[in-house]
């Protein structure tokens, strides 16, 4: 049997057609144009299953089922409760595709399913218990317990971003708190503290590579010239990388997993980010002689999202 | 069958036999005396054991196994890693009681087999997944998920005091860490709260009620004088609970839940605490409409611990 998996994004939808072990046989996608009614939006997503299976060669009573991954929520009723960047608030999503494909369905956050995607056939697919910390924008989560997705007793689980770690004075949030964890460990909180290390020096290195204009600094600005060794940059990456040792930590001293993940568009720096935490993690640890969860990077990019929908349906 | 538990306390030790419902059948309690080589320890702790079998008039056939909460973190080999109040490091706790006891022999921290004697016996009975939160000299924490008690991969879960809630000029931590959870929640927290508002109004309710000695202040004179309406008492009340909201809230992003319990000293301010935080969560709570986690006070008390240890036998 063949899943669909797909990952509904603000700005377009991306369906695959895997195999049970999440190797991908074929892919679709297509502009998502949230603007428009939501039946138009899964109508062009049936599309693309038709698409992707027919590329595939595979029929439609060889899918087990169909997987969605949101940026929000849904309820175990498949409705999607918010969906903030889609502009849905209760939207019936499984109802809906089932007027056009007879399958089960199954719906979860986009962070949850790149975690259960890494966990199912990506880095952490020999472990038991992971977490997976998605570093983009936001930061988002993806908890597997024994071999399960965790999603909460009221699927709120796993809202890692939106963990306080600056109870005082932190900086606000778009969630309406103050103090997340997102505003310290996501893409957006480099280029924050990347900016303010450009007012503070207008000469500095990482004000050459955006131009001049601190609006277009990224990211990967701040990684590579703190790669190269430059001070100003390597100061920020330092900031950086022990707040998200702090997330790690807090991690540990919660769950205690056999291994933590790292994705998402930060994950990028790859050993040099990893590598980063791990000198600081031991210091954050609590019991000096006690191992901890290997850190590790995500390695399914952004087919995790597709991947990881479709393989809910190995999750049931 | 019946099952003994001990609670192995810095100052005393409380030795209970219970059965399979978490019911008291007799206990028996001696100091702990902890600078004592550990094998004097452990021939009391038996001691305790068998005194407590006489009088509940239980044979030792009719014991299933031995648990034992320790304020430390042990192995799975039942050796006591840390614990740092008795000063032990590496002891062989589950060998040493094994020369007089030939039972299975069960060590968890005391903070978890107390969340586990809740859920087993207590308040959290009928759910699937809690997190107990004990608000005493530090803060601790046992997390039960799908009905078993959650120990992490490497036994250093639920370290919840230590999960760092401020980043950024944090409060020192006994831990070596700054800004960890129990810095702001423990009732050392209330306790420091209280001096500094007694240091800023030397004439208040709470500087009357220590007696004008500040060393003397305990959290409950604090909760009491806030109970009472004092204005000054209040303030410091009402910015503990907003700190525990924060860490009661972080637990829901993180697991969400069925329950979460508070237990420890603090927790005995009952329902004014209960209720202080609940005003205070749906502020902090991100899907607005979603349903998270019923807050509860734990009510096994003291016992909890041995309760708690004794049950072990059951979780496995």
Redesign the interface.
């Given at each position: 049997m063949y899943y669909i998996g797909v990952d509904l994004g603000g700005t377009h939808m991306a369906v695959g057609v895997v195999d049970a072990g999440g190797t991908i046989i074929a892919k679709a996608e297509t502009p998502t144009l949230p603007q428009r009614p939501y039946q138009e939006l899964v109508a062009d997503m049936v599309k693309c299953m038709y698409t992707a299976m027919e590329k595939a060669n595979v029929k439609e009573d060889e899918i087990a089922s169909v997987g969605i991954g949101i940026p929000g929520?849904a309820?175990r009723n498949g409705v999607v409760?918010?969906c903030t960047n889609l502009g849905w608030h209760d939207i019936p999503l499984r109802e809906e595709i089932q007027k056009h494909i007879n399958k089960p369905v199954f719906i979860d956050n986009d962070a949850n399913v790149a975690g259960w995607a890494e966990y199912a056939a990506g880095v952490s697919r020999n472990t038991?218990?992971s977490v997976f910390l998605t570093l983009g924008t936001g930061v988002g989560a993806g908890?597997i317990?024994?071999g399960k997705l965790?999603?909460?007793?009221?699927?709120?689980?796993?809202?890692?971003g939106?963990?306080?770690?600056?109870?005082?004075?932190?900086e606000k949030c778009t969630?309406g708190?103050t103090?997340c964890t997102e505003r310290?460990c996501s893409a957006t909180a480099i280029i924050r503290m990347g900016r303010e290390a450009c007012e503070k020096n207008p000469d500095c290195l990482l004000m050459q590579r955006c131009g001049g204009d601190v609006n277009k600094l990224n990211a990967k600005h701040v990684i590579d010239a703190a790669k190269e060794g430059d001070a100003i940059a390597t100061g920020v990456f330092n900031r950086y990388a022990?707040?998200l040792t702090?997330a790690v930590?807090?991690v540990?001293?919660?769950?205690?997993?056999?291994m933590i993940v790292l994705g998402g568009g930060v994950s990028h720096a790859g050993e040099f980010l990893l590598n980063a935490v791990r000198e600081r993690l031991p210091k954050?640890h609590?019991?000096k002689?006690?191992?901890?969860?290997e850190l590790r990077q995500a390695k399914l990019g952004n087919d995790a999202g597709f991947i990881g929908a479709a393989l809910l349906g190995i999750n049931q």
């Open positions: 929520v309820d409760v918010f038991d218990t908890i317990i024994n965790w999603a909460g007793r009221h699927n709120v689980a796993a809202e890692y939106h963990i306080i770690i600056n109870a005082d004075n932190g969630c708190k103090g310290y022990e707040y702090i930590n807090n540990i001293s919660f769950l205690d997993p056999d954050y609590m019991f002689t006690l191992p901890y969860a």
